[in-house]
T-cell receptor, first 113, second 116 residues
């Protein structure tokens, strides 16, 4: 079963507007969450992370929100830029399981100029 | 600093053969993890090595194995290849500053394996 799900395979946004990418998880033991961005022919690149003891983490244009009761996290990109067009993966890890990440299926973001 | 490098970048094999993929982590990184990416299953964790020891293992058959050398370079091996093993194999390295908590992992570009 998929423990981490990204229900939107694609998202199209106008340049300058907000992009909101969503991720749901089923395992309540996950305690650390990450977002990665992937361009074609490249490996995923780390964007931002959040611990389960927090509900928000911000880094420049990127903000991740965590709603533990709903087992839901989201990534907000403001303002969106054409260079943000890529596939975004959310990932989760278990307490004390170190670097073993469980990934969602990814959302392809297209930012139109 | 040079990033994570993986060799070869592309590989074509036939069913029943075996294959070895190589990963050189970022200098100073001691942990190497391997992931398989397929259209159907997405990105799945294979295993993690730290200080030449396997620390975590994903849900893959025993045909998938790996090892890490004293210089932190890692190899993964797939024996008796099946058509379903066609995938992008990604390697990621991290400093492993903590023994148990999640580091930021840096991924290589991957090795595209095609099994005919």
């Amino acid at each position: 079963d998929q423990q981490v799900k990204q229900n939107s395979p694609s998202l199209s946004v106008q340049e300058g507007r907000i992009s909101i990418l969503n991720c749901d998880y089923t395992n309540s033991m996950f305690d650390y969450f990450l977002w990665y961005k992937k361009y074609p022919a490249e490996g995923p690149t780390f964007l931002i992370s959040i611990s389960s003891i927090k509900d928000k983490n911000e880094d420049g244009r990127f903000t991740v929100f965590l709603n533990k009761s709903a087992k839901h996290l989201s990534l907000h990109i403001v303002p969106s830029q054409p260079g943000d067009s890529a596939v975004y993966f959310c990932a989760a890890s278990l307490y004390k399981a170190g670097n073993m990440l469980t990934f969602g299926g990814g959302t392809r973001l297209m930012v139109k100029p | 600093k040079a990033g994570v490098t993986q060799t070869p970048r592309y590989l074509i094999k036939t069913r029943g053969q075996q294959v070895t993929l190589s990963c050189s982590p970022i200098s100073g990184h001691r942990s190497v993890s391997w992931y398989q990416q397929t259209p159907g299953q997405g990105l799945q964790f294979l295993f993690e090595y730290f200080s030449e020891t396997q620390r975590n293992k994903g849900n893959f058959p025993g045909r998938f194995s790996g090892r890490q050398f004293s210089n932190s370079r890692s190899e993964m091996n797939v024996s008796t290849l099946e058509l379903g093993d066609s995938a992008l194999y990604l390697c990621a390295s991290s400093p492993r500053t903590s023994g148990t908590y999640t580091d930021t992992q840096y991924f290589g570009p991957g090795t595209r394996l095609t099994v005919l």
